[in-house]
């Protein structure tokens, strides 16, 4: 009985590194946020990103590796950090850290979204005010609709756990942008 040649450790190399570039496009997508409000915003993002402070007009972009399946991004208010990033927010803390392992505390309007579900295929995304509202907000991708809501009985967010009309798909490896105060 033959054996089938072994494949040369460079044949390998080749194989696993076209696995893992094409991999790589897979569910990857970038996340712009910008603050347009008269006040300094803090935004934070799970479970990649962390945080940082977006002063009036600043934007913070945020490159969501392939893999990520799910993660949340919302705006925290009223905030004082040391410079070792400890210090706490009157709205939307988390922990009392600048870069956010966890989610925030209530009241915090949400943005919300799953990437890459039905093969790849598709991503969805939705806004939520079932914790609370503390800071206006729009909620994009680069290929579906705008999401906005501006007060906290927004028709256009989540307001109770079974609210399923208010989620929205788009296509796969979409890029996605979070607007404050729009």
């Not at 990857?28 to 945080?51: E, K, L, Q």
């Not at 009223?78 to 009392?96: E, H, I, K, L, Q």
């Not at 209530?106 to 990437?115: D, S």
Request: charged share 10%.
């Amino acid at each position: 009985m033959a054996s089938a040649p072994a494949a040369s450790p460079a044949v390998l190399v080749v194989v696993v590194l076209v696995a893992s570039l094409a991999a790589g496009g897979a569910n990857a997508a970038t996340f712009t946020i910008t603050n347009r409000c008269s006040f300094t915003v803090w935004p934070a993002a799970t479970p990649v990103g962390g945080g940082t402070q977006l002063n009036p007009g600043q934007t913070w972009t945020i490159n969501v590796p392939a893999g990520t399946s799910s993660g949340r991004v919302w705006g925290r208010t009223g905030c004082s950090f040391d410079g070792a990033g400890r210090g706490r927010c009157a709205t939307g803390d988390c922990g009392g850290a600048l870069s956010c392992r966890l989610s925030g505390q209530p009241p915090l309007t949400l943005a919300e979204f799953t990437l890459g579900t039905s093969g790849g295929n598709r991503d969805f995304y939705n806004l939520s005010v079932i914790d609370g509202y503390n800071v206006a907000m729009s909620f994009s991708c680069s290929s579906g609709v705008t999401l906005t809501c501006r007060e906290r009985s927004c028709p256009d967010a989540y307001q109770y756990p079974s609210d399923d009309s208010k989620l929205r798909s788009c296509n796969g490896n979409s890029n996605y942008r979070v607007v404050f105060c729009p």
